[in-house]
Structures are given as structure tokens and as C-alpha cells.
């Protein structure tokens, strides 16, 4: 065996003590590369002559102790998503009688599985074993059954007698609690693993490949680890020995508290959710789903994660595999997921991370699962976070209906919240400031709606003392659907803009008008929109289309006026380029949306005439004076427009002057609207005869 010079140092930042110290380790293993796979005969060995052509599985196993760590690689076919699809057998004596299955649970990409025996191996030294890979419910394959000594290297090359060693990029770390091994070797046959034992606790792992061995370990407790490199012909490395002491458990700041307190998940009105994850008093981290704006119906499909997401959720980097940090049970409300850690595994200030799909539901989809990325400091909760409070948890608008006002509170600040509301709304206040205990009470606030927002639009609550936004959506009833609705890639949230559709007042064109959110400039692509795609009442119009594009706008021409109610189906793709203010670099020159949407002819994003009139009316800020033939509008403030409506609210006239000329207007009932430079606005009923 060669031996392999110990690093003689102390590390007196970590207090790790390398110590010379060679250890003969009694173990088995065995090794197959490519091995043939058959279709699984119950209860018999396969049946060799019918191989599965071009499906093999390498393998690797060892033994030692009374346990067993696996590994398998299947190549050819997909291995099936259940934990018994990938397994070691034990058979009895004579290749036949009772088997034994040993589950590989943890996964990787690839096809790779691996774990270690989930039953008590066989009492004989010497028992045959195969190998089982599930392709789906109802195709099993196997290996050749092979006999398996638990003491002796089954795949000994005679020839082989160089030990595998070391590599310089051997080394460790520990950081806190958190202790790392990185894992280098190198051997002659290219084919090793890894044994680490804790003598103080008694623990062994075996790892199949280079990489990172990470634990997280108890406070003030002395360690002494061994690390050996060994091959399958049983050549040992000179082992390397690890000892040090752990200092104090790491605490939190006083004022700590969780990143995840009522945070709102999902990317549109109908995904939205209260998500809130918390550390409670037995050491359990939860993570808790809410309904938003009073749905009834939210809550976790399945157990919410997977048990192969489970897995892949990291403490401090390294995955749970094989809850080897923490357990995951669920309510039976399926509105709470308990993680339990296991003893000693976890302490306050691990980091919990994972990028994984998350399921569940609300009353407006039932089948969610969007990629959730969070990271979670164990150990902290919600109690003394700062909390904001509204009196409604929607503002709605409808063609009467132009103002929406509610009442704000708070605690625990420090610093100002701000108000931010979706392009077409006007919000007052933008800023509340706390008193000096940190409290708002009741402050009102005043939504104005302006050139109008859509459906699922939101009011933003944000500061730099609260952890998540807060959230009012816009229900906004008897408008458009496209009054600067938000579009995005994919649907998805991101790379936002906003789109308003409008008709022409001769009712023959469509108006497709794009605007950016802050800080970015938006416009259409060429191919956005296309003329062909378009349906009228779910049919290709009788008269062609004629679409025209700038920058801003797309101009759809029907060239005959379209009726009420009419449905016009576009899209097909909704695409455009976002480019940054600052500086015009492009953010993305392909944001599109491929599924079709519907407009329905008639619904604007105009209130109805009159709409406010007589709150507006009592500022009197405007007056009139009508004679024969024309009206005269006094304001005092310059006049910013000037619309005149029929009765049945269509426009007809629509300037900026304070003249009217009523000459040209057919006898009748009409609804003057007037607003000034500063958005005031005033409206009167006008009798032409």
C-alpha cells in the first residue's frame, strides 16, 4: 500500500489538526460497468437469452458493518418516478427463496440513483445479488444474479496492487457549525469511493464520487474524522484524520424574523396565495398557505412538494437526500407543511434554500405549480415583524364608480411606507410615515381611476422596514379587460408591459397601444399582432383586415363599423422588445405571448358620463353658460379636454376649447365632461333643442 505524507499543520483559524493514523478497514464491494439488463422473472433468475437490447446499468456497492451503500446508472431507458423503481436484491441460498429489496430513493439527473439498504442485510457472508430498474408500473428489468461475498472485494483485479491517493484539491472547511470536506482522489483504475468515519459518534459513509461531504455538526463537541480513498480491488489510501472542536451555536439578532411573513405567491390574480414560513417554539420550520381576498378554496395539492423536491431542498448548500436533515409531514386542511429536523442536524441561522415547483390551488385554478425560489433562515418567525393592515383587500371600480378609498394601519416601523399603483390608476397619498411608536392608524387612502387599469392589476405597499410587498388587487367591473393590462413573457410575470385595446369613433378600427412600466421603453415587434390571425365572432372577417404599425401602436381596420358585443379573438403571437431608459440597451427583443386573447367590442376604459358628477361638481370649479348655438365652459384652471356624450355614452365631440358648437348637433340630451391642467374634473347634463 503506498502511504501518503500527512499534512503535519494546524489550522489555527479552524482549530483542525491533521494526525498520521493508517486504519485497516473489513469491508465488500463490487463494481459493474454496462451490465445487461433482462426482463424481471418473479421469483427466478432471468432468462439470458432475451437481453433488453441497449439498456445496461453500471453499478457499484459496498458493504461493511452490516450495511450496505448502493449506486446504479441505468443507460437506454428512463427510470420511473417511484422510490422502489431502482433496487438491490438479496436472494437466498442456491440463487432462489427469499428475496430481498433494498430501495434506492435518492435521485439525480441521468438515470442515477442512490442510497443505502432500507432492510437488514442477509446473516450469510456470502448471499447471490442482482440489480432492478422500473422503466413504469408494469416493466420491470434485471441483472443476472451474482454471488456477493460481504467481506472481500468481488471484483479484485489480481494485477491491481496500487492504492488510490489523494489529490491536492483534497481539503476542508468549517464555518460555524458547518463542516465540509472536499472530496479529490485519484487511482489507476479510475473507479473508487470514499469511507469517512466519526469516531467520537461512531457514524460511516461511503461516496461513490468526488465532490463535497458536508455535515452540520453540534456546538462544543471534539470531532475526529477519518477519510480513506479505496478501489474495488480493495487497495487502500493512506488515510487522512481530521480533528477539531466546534465552538458556540450560532445565534440570532434580536431582531431577526423571517424573510416569508404573509409573502404573496404567484405571478397573476389567479395564482396569488399567502405563503408564511416560521421556526416554532419545538424547532419545527413551517410553511403555512392563506387565501388572498378572501378565497376559500386555497390550499396545497398532494403534500405540496414532492418527495424528490423534499430531497433537493438545501441546508447550508448541501440537499436534504435521504431526509438526512429533515422530515416533511402535512396537515389534513393540506394547509400547513411541518418540517422536523433530525436531531443535531439544524441549528438558528442555517440557510434553507430550494428552487422547486411548489402545487396547490385556488378557486381560480386548481392546478398550480409554479418554481418557487425562496431562501429561509432557520430559526426565525413572524411575531414583532412589521405588519401593514387595509380595510379592503380589493379596489373595485366600475363605470359609476371613478374613486376607491380605505384605511391603512401599521406597527413595528420604522421608516416611511410608499404606495405605488398600476399605470392608469392615481393613488393619494404616496407616502405615510409612522408616528413616533412606529404605529399608522387609519391613515386614508384615495384610488383614482384615471385612463383605467384591468382585472388582476395591484396596488404595491412597500418600504424598506417590511419584508414582503403588500398587495390590493383591481377588480375593475364593466370595462375592457385591456385597459393597461399588464402582459408578460409567457404570461409569467416577467419582462412586463402594459396594453390597452380601444375602438375608433367611427367604431371601424382597433387601437393596440403598448406602454412601458418605469425606467424601460417598450415597443411592438413587426410580427406582433398579424392581420391573419384575427377572428371576428370566432370567424375570419369577410373583409380583409388591414394592420398598420408604429413604435406604440398597431391599427387593426375592419373597414365597416363593428357592433356591440362583437368578439374580436387576436394574437398569436403578442410580441415586443424592452429596452432600458437610462441608456436604450436592449432587456429583451422578444417578449411574446403566444395563446390568442379576446376583446368584446363596446367595453372601453371610459367611467360611463357623469360618473362622479356630483362630488366633482360641488368643488365648483366649472360653470357654463348656453345660448342658441354654442356652449361656453368657465373654469379656473386652463381647460386640459373637453368630451360630449350622448345619452347613450356615445362620444361626439371630443377638444380642448371652452366653445361648443351645439349647431351641428341633432336634438337631445347630452353629457358634457370637462377637466382642467390639474386632472379636476366636471360634468354637466345639457338639453340641445
Known amino acids: 500500500m503506498k502511504t501518503k505524507k500527512l499534512f503535519g499543520i494546524l489550522i489555527a483559524a479552524m482549530g483542525l489538526l491533521f494526525v498520521n493514523n493508517v486504519m485497516a478497514i473489513e469491508h465488500g464491494s463490487i463494481i459493474g460497468k454496462n451490465v445487461q439488463l433482462y426482463t424481471q422473472v418473479s421469483g427466478q433468475p432471468v432468462n439470458t437469452d432475451f437481453p433488453i437490447a441497449g439498456v445496461t446499468v453500471d453499478y457499484k456497492l459496498v458493504t461493511m458493518g452490516g450495511k450496505a451503500w448502493a449506486y446504479m446508472k441505468m443507460t437506454g431507458a428512463t427510470l420511473f418516478a417511484q422510490d422502489w423503481a431502482s433496487q438491490f436484491r438479496c436472494w437466498g441460498a442456491g440463487f432462489t427463496g427469499i428475496m430481498q429489496e433494498n430501495n434506492l430513493t435518492n435521485r439525480m439527473t441521468g438515470n442515477i440513483s442512490y442510497g443505502t439498504n432500507s432492510k437488514t442485510l442477509p ?101 475526529d474524522y477519518k477519510v480513506s480513498v479505496i ?75 414532492t418527495d424528490v423536491r423534499v430531497a433537493a431542498i438545501t441546508v447550508n448548500g448541501d440537499p436534504n437526500t435521504g431526509n438526512k436533515y429533515f422530515t416533511r409531514a402535512i396537515n389534513a386542511a393540506k394547509t400547513q407543511i411541518t418540517f422536523t429536523p433530525k436531531p443535531g442536524m439544524m441549528y438558528p441561522g442555517d440557510k434553507i434554500s430550494t428552487n422547486q415547483s411548489i402545487e396547490y390551488q385556488t378557486s381560480k385554478n386548481n392546478n398550480l405549480f409554479p418554481a418557487l425560489k425562496f431562501d429561509y433562515t432557520y430559526g426565525t418567525n413572524c411575531s414583532d415583524v412589521p405588519v401593514i393592515s387595509t380595510s379592503i383587500s380589493t379596489l373595485r371600480f366600475n363605470l359609476n364608480k371613478p374613486v376607491e378609498t380605505f384605511s391603512l394601519s401599521a406597527k413595528n416601523l420604522t421608516n416611511d411606507i410608499m404606495l ?74 416577467t419582462n412586463p408591459a402594459y396594453m390597452t385595446v380601444s375602438l375608433s369613433d367611427d ?39 388591414v394592420r398598420t404599425l408604429t413604435n406604440s401602436r398597431i391599427t387593426l381596420d375592419f373597414g365597416e363599423a363593428l357592433l356591440d358585443n362583437a368578439t374580436v379573438t387576436f394574437g398569436n403571437p403578442i410580441t415586443w422588445t424592452l429596452k432600458k431608459e ?50 361656453q365652459i368657465l373654469a379656473k384652471k386652463a381647460i386640459a379636454s373637453t368630451q360630449l356624450y350622448t345619452i347613450g355614452g356615445q362620444l361626439v365631440i371630443n377638444s380642448a376649447t371652452d366653445i361648443i358648437n351645439t349647431s351641428i348637433l341633432g336634438k337631445g340630451i347630452y353629457i358634457l365632461k370637462v377637466k382642467d391642467v390639474d386632472g379636476n374634473i366636471g360634468a354637466f347634463k345639457i338639453a340641445v333643442r
Open 582 to 631: 437610462e441608456d436604450g440597451s436592449t432587456i429583451s427583443a422578444n417578449v411574446y405571448i403566444n395563446p390568442v386573447k379576446v376583446y368584446t367590442v363596446g367595453l372601453g376604459c371610459e367611467l360611463a358620463p357623469g360618473a362622479g358628477i356630483e362630488k366633482i361638481s360641488a368643488k365648483q370649479l366649472f360653470s357654463i353658460a348656453q345660448g342658441t348655438d354654442m356652449i
Open 507 to 545: 367604431r371601424q378600427q382597433l387601437y393596440f397601444d403598448i406602454n412601458p412600466v418605469p425606467g424601460q421603453l417598450a415597443t411592438w415587434n413587426n410580427n406582433s399582432i398579424p392581420a391573419a390571425n384575427i377572428l371576428l365572432n370566432g370567424y375570419a372577417p369577410e373583409t380583409a383586415v
Open 231 to 305: 478501489d474495488f480491488s480493495g487497495n487502500e489510501s493512506q488515510p487522512e484524520e481530521i480533528q477539531f472542536t466546534t465552538g458556540q451555536a450560532p445565534t440570532l439578532p434580536p431582531d431577526s424574523h423571517s424573510e416569508y411573513c404573509m409573502y404573496v405567491m404567484g405571478n397573476s390574480a389567479d395564482q396569488y396565495a399567502y405563503m408564511t414560513m416560521e421556526t416554532d417554539a419545538y424547532g419545527r420550520f413551517t410553511m403555512t398557505i392563506a387565501p388572498y381576498d378572501g378565497d376559500a378554496n386555497t390550499y396545497f395539492r398532494g403534500d405540496g412538494y
Open 123 to 223: 446473516a450469510e457472508t456470502t448471499f447471490p445479488l442482482s440489480f432492478y430498474q422500473a422503466i413504469g408500473n408494469t416493466t420491470f428489468y434485471e441483472t443476472v444474479r451474482v454471488p456477493y461475498d460481504q467481506t472481500a472485494p468481488n471484483s479484485k483485479d489480481p494485477l491491481d496492487t496500487s492504492a488510490p491517493r489523494f489529490t491536492s484539491a483534497f481539503s476542508h472547511t468549517l464555518d460555524n457549525l458547518v463542516f465540509k470536506i472536499n472530496l479529490a482522489a485519484t487511482d489507476n483504475s479510475g473507479s473508487y469511493f470514499y469511507y469517512i468515519e466519526e469516531a467520537n459518534t461512531g457514524t460511516k459513509e461511503v461516496l461513490f464520487s468526488d465532490g463535497t461531504f458536508q455535515r452540520t455538526l453540534a456546538p462544543e463537541t471534539a470531532y
Open 420 to 493: 405605488e399603483v398600476p399605470r392608469g390608476l392615481e393613488v393619494s397619498p404616496t407616502v405615510i410615515s409612522p408616528d413616533a411608536s412606529g404605529n399608522i392608524t387609519d391613515a386614508q387612502v384615495t384610488v383614482t381611476w384615471k385612463e383605467g387599469s384591468s382585472t388582476g392589476a395591484a396596488l404595491r405597499i412597500y418600504g424598506t422596514d417590511l419584508v414582503n410587498d403588500v398587495k390590493l388587487l383591481v377588480s375593475a367591473t364593466g370595462f375592457s379587460d385591456y385597459c393597461n393590462a399588464v402582459i408578460s413573457q409567457s404570461n409569467n410575470g
